[in-house]
């Protein structure tokens, strides 16, 4: 059965700090991470990750991922209050060969709380 | 513009009356996915197809029917509502290996 682990569940820090948020997974037939996040609303997407060590950027936040120790972070540097989020954590599987894909299992989530 | 419809947005039912959720997208994306989003349990995966008449479960199939016979469109069906359906329900759709755009989330209540 295929894992995500997210750690930590919950941090808060003030506004300014720089977040480092955690992904570990097990999964049989890797694919792709991807991370979302998810305010009070659908979740939206941030970062695919297939390779490793390649980092994937936008603007403050950042991700990578390392597919010998099977674990992802997401940094998020400078943070705003507009980052209090739920950070979902997601790892897709391929099976049938590679012909067969899209099965996704997600981590419980971060809950991120900057204070101004 | 750009977007996953899903109605209806809110729905009480009760048990046992077969109810079905619409999922729509206009992006002319190949993958679609349903999800159930609970508290403490985040979102898991209940059904999702590759493309026209391609559908396969995720980790939570059981009590839920799909079917894809068009591309834009992805309907949930519940056939028995049970109250361990309640949920938040998602449907999502992307291009092959793309980002994944998100409806805006059905709640269902079964009592």
């Known amino acids: 059965e295929d894992k995500v682990v997210q750690s930590p569940l919950s941090l808060v820090v003030h506004e300014g700090d720089t977040v480092t948020l955690n992904c570990s997974y097990e999964?049989?037939?890797?694919?792709?991470l991807l991370w979302y996040k998810q305010e009070k609303k659908a979740p939206t997407f941030l970062f695919m990750l297939?390779?490793?060590?390649i980092e994937k950027k936008s603007g403050r936040l950042s991700s990578i991922l390392d597919k010998k120790e099977l674990f992802s972070i997401l940094n998020i540097t400078a943070t705003q209050t507009g980052d209090s989020a739920v950070y979902l954590c997601a790892v897709e599987a391929s099976y049938a060969g590679g012909t067969s894909y899209g099965k996704l299992t997600f981590g419980q989530g971060t809950i991120l709380t900057v204070h101004p | 513009e750009a977007q996953v419809t899903q109605n209806p947005r809110y729905l009480i039912t009760v048990t046992g009356k077969k109810l079905t959720v619409t999922c729509s997208q206009n992006m002319n994306h190949e993958y679609m996915s349903w999800y159930r989003q609970d508290p403490g349990l985040g979102l898991r995966q209940i059904y999702y197809s590759m493309n026209v008449e391609v559908t396969d479960k995720g980790d939570v199939p059981e009590g839920y029917k799909v079917s894809r016979k068009e591309k834009r469109n992805f309907p949930l069906i519940l056939e028995s509502p049970s109250p361990n359906q309640t949920s938040l329900y998602f449907c999502?759709?992307?291009?092959?290996?793309?980002?994944?755009?998100f409806g805006p989330g059905t709640r269902l209540t079964v009592t």
């Open positions: 999502a759709s992307s291009s092959y290996r793309g980002e994944q755009y």
């Open positions: 297939t390779s490793s060590g």
């Open positions: 999964v049989t037939n890797f694919r792709s």
